[in-house]
């Protein structure tokens, strides 16, 4: 069975950072390019980030580029998500996803971790 | 960057057929997916490129492609149906996927 935990969230002051951690199983994670996408409380979905599958390609959301960092290490079946400088429209719930290739669909979701930042 | 525009809102009385749109720049020539999210849930996804449909999705579930819009329908309605739903692309010109804003269905 696929599954995806994501784990690393908290309350976190504005300025300050937080590293997401997601762990993955049930499947050959060295294949699969990862991605993570956020909600706000009572918004939508809104893409953040995306990592190939030997972690040699990265994009960001704009909205996050330059603060956020997207790395991986397949050996541990895990993708992170190192975020710096962190603002108070970060607050969200963070779902790491799977996809095979970039224009196929995030076919497994985690269930999420929620970044509050706040002061 | 490229955006998909959904109506925030779908009522639908139980047994009858929910037709939510996704619109967008030529979103004919793009493929689409579509996911489905109850609260507290994460996302799963119920149609993919355009109108595939993932292994224990029911048939009732279905979709469609064309011009500059995108849409999900769902047939014979049923109450466990209640979810928000939500379009997406990749934009191969930024190289970012792109999710519409949902659109909650509520079953009356």
């Known amino acids: 069975e696929v599954q995806l935990v994501e784990s690393g969230g908290g309350l976190v002051q504005p300025g300050g950072s937080l590293r997401l951690s997601c762990a993955a199983s049930g499947f050959t994670f060295s294949n699969y390019w990862m991605h993570w996408v956020r909600q706000a409380p009572g918004k939508g979905l809104v893409w953040v980030s995306r990592?190939?599958?030997?972690?040699?390609?990265?994009n960001y959301a704009d909205s996050v580029k330059g603060r956020f960092t997207i790395s991986r290490d397949n050996a541990k079946n895990t993708v992170y998500l190192q975020m710096n400088s962190l603002r108070a429209e970060d607050t969200a719930v963070y779902h790491c996803?799977?996809?095979?290739?970039?224009?196929?669909?995030?076919?497994?979701w985690g269930q999420g971790t929620l970044v509050t930042v706040s002061s | 960057s490229y955006v998909l525009a959904q109506p925030p809102s779908v009522s639908v009385a139980p047994g009858q057929t929910a037709r939510i749109t996704c619109g967008g720049d030529n979103i004919g020539s793009k493929s689409v997916h579509w996911y489905q999210q109850k609260p507290g849930q994460a996302p799963v996804l119920v149609v993919y490129d355009d109108r595939g449909r993932p292994s224990g999705i029911p048939e009732r579930f279905s979709g469609s492609n064309s011009g500059n819009t995108a849409t999900l329908t769902i047939s014979r309605v049923e109450a466990g149906d209640e979810a928000d739903y939500c379009c997406q692309v990749w934009d191969g010109s930024s190289d970012h996927v792109v999710f519409g804003g949902g659109t909650k269905l509520t079953v009356l």
């Open positions: 996803a799977r996809v095979s290739v970039p224009t196929a669909p995030l076919d497994h």
């Open positions: 990592i190939n599958n030997d972690g040699s390609r990265t």
